[in-house]
C-alpha cells in the first residue's frame, strides 16, 4: 500500500524541496517506488518552477506534469493572491484527485506543501486543510535561524491541534552564522517531541544523494 508525506515548513525558503528530494532519494534507496508532489507552485523563473523541476528529477515513475503540479503560478506570493490575480481559486479536491492518481502508482508520495503551515490556499482554506484532506504524516522542516524555536514550537501545536501525525522533523542549516546551532537544535529536540530525522549542514555544493544519507528514513517506516 502506498504511503505518503506532507512536508512543511517554518515559513518560505528554509528547503522543503531539499529536503523533499533528498527524503525520495532515501526512499529510492530503499528499493521503492517514489514521487514527490507540488500541489501549488508560486514563484517560476523564465518560465519554469524549479521546486516542481526539482522533484521531477527525483522521482523515478513516469506521470504527468500536472499530476504532480495542478496549480503553477507566475508571481511570487501567497497561493490564494496567485490565483486571484489569475482569475481562478484553487480546489483542493483537484489535489487530492492528483494525489489518488500518484499514489496507486508509488510506493511512496512525497507532498511538498507551499510556504508554512497555515499559508492561505483559497479564502477559507490554509496548508493545514491540504494536510488534513490528504490525511498524511506531517515532517516539519526547521531552517535554522534566529526566530527558529518559536515558529517550529508554534508549527508543531498547529498541525497536533488539526489532529495530525507530526512523524519528525529536519534542521535545516541555512544559516552559516547562527549562534549556538546545537543548543538549539538540542531545545527542539526536547521540545518538539518527535524523532529529528537528521541535520543538513550548510553546504552550497552538498548534492541530493549525501543529503538523503543524512536523513533516517527508515524511522518512518512507523508511520
Known sequence: ????????????????????CALLHAFAAQGKKVVGMKPIAAG???????????????????????QINPYAFDPPISPHLAA??????????????????????????????????????????TGADL???????VILVVGMRLGCLS???????AIRADGLTLAGWVANC???????LQQNIATL???????LLGVLPFDLEMSLQK????????????Y
Open 84 to 125: 486571484q490575480q489569475a482569475g481562478m481559486e484553487i480546489d483542493l479536491t483537484v489535489i487530492h484527485h492528483a494525489y489518488l492518481e500518484l499514489s496507486s502508482k508509488a510506493d511512496i508520495v512525497i507532498v511538498e506543501g507551499a510556504g508554512g503551515f497555515l499559508v492561505p490556499l483559497n479564502q477559507q482554506q
Open 1 to 20: 500500500m502506498s504511503q505518503g508525506y506532507f512536508i512543511t515548513g517554518t515559513d518560505t525558503g528554509i528547503g522543503k524541496t531539499t529536503v523533499s
Open 189 to 195: 529536540e526536547h521540545q518538539l517531541d518527535c524523532p
Open 174 to 180: 541555512i544559516d552559516p552564522q547562527m549562534l549556538v
Open 44 to 66: 517560476s523563473e523564465n518560465g519554469k518552477w524549479l521546486d516542481v523541476e526539482h522533484l521531477l528529477v527525483a522521482s523515478d515513475i513516469s506521470v504527468t506534469r500536472q
Open 211 to 222: 543529503n538523503a544519507r543524512l536523513l533516517d528514513s527508515w524511522t518512518l517506516e512507523s
Open 151 to 157: 515558529h517550529a514550537l508554534l508549527t508543531a501545536q
Open 131 to 137: 494536510a488534513k484532506l490528504l490525511n498524511l504524516p
